[in-house]
C-alpha cells in the first residue's frame, strides 16, 4: 500500500520560509518522479516542482530561485523548502509519487 503523508505547512509571513516534507512507504522517493503541488482557493492544482529518479529538478517560473525541492534516499522522504514566501504562495500543498498517488496535503499560508 502506498502512503504519502506531507507535513510542515503552517502560517507564515511574508518573507519567511517553511520546509514541507513528504514521507513516502510503498515507493522509492530515490527512484519514482515525486512532485510537489499546490491548490490555492478555487483554482486549479498546478505543478510547483518536480525531482526525478535521476535527480534532476525543475520548478514553475513563479518559484525559481526561491523553492528547492531535494530528497533524503535514506528517509525515503522528499522535501521543499520555500524561502522569500509571498501571499501569492498561500495554497495546500501535495505531495505526489510516481504520478498516480497523492498525499493528503498540507496547508502553506503567508500574510502580508
Known amino acids: 500500500q502506498v502512503q504519502l503523508v506531507e507535513s510542515g505547512g503552517g502560517l507564515v509571513r511574508a518573507g519567511g520560509s517553511l520546509r514541507l516534507s513528504c514521507a513516502a512507504s510503498?515507493?522509492?522517493?530515490?527512484?519514482?518522479?515525486m512532485r510537489w503541488y499546490r491548490q490555492a482557493p478555487g483554482k486549479q492544482r498546478d505543478l510547483v516542482a518536480t525531482i526525478t529518479g535521476g535527480g534532476s529538478t525543475n520548478y514553475v517560473d513563479s518559484v525559481k530561485g526561491r523553492f528547492t525541492i531535494s530528497r533524503d534516499n535514506a528517509k525515503n522522504t522528499v522535501y521543499l523548502q520555500m524561502n522569500s514566501l509571498k501571499p501569492e504562495d498561500t495554497a495546500v500543498y501535495y505531495c505526489n509519487g510516481a504520478t498516480n498517488y497523492w498525499g493528503q496535503g498540507t496547508q502553506v499560508t503567508v500574510s502580508s
Open positions: 510503498g515507493i522509492s522517493a530515490s527512484i519514482d518522479t
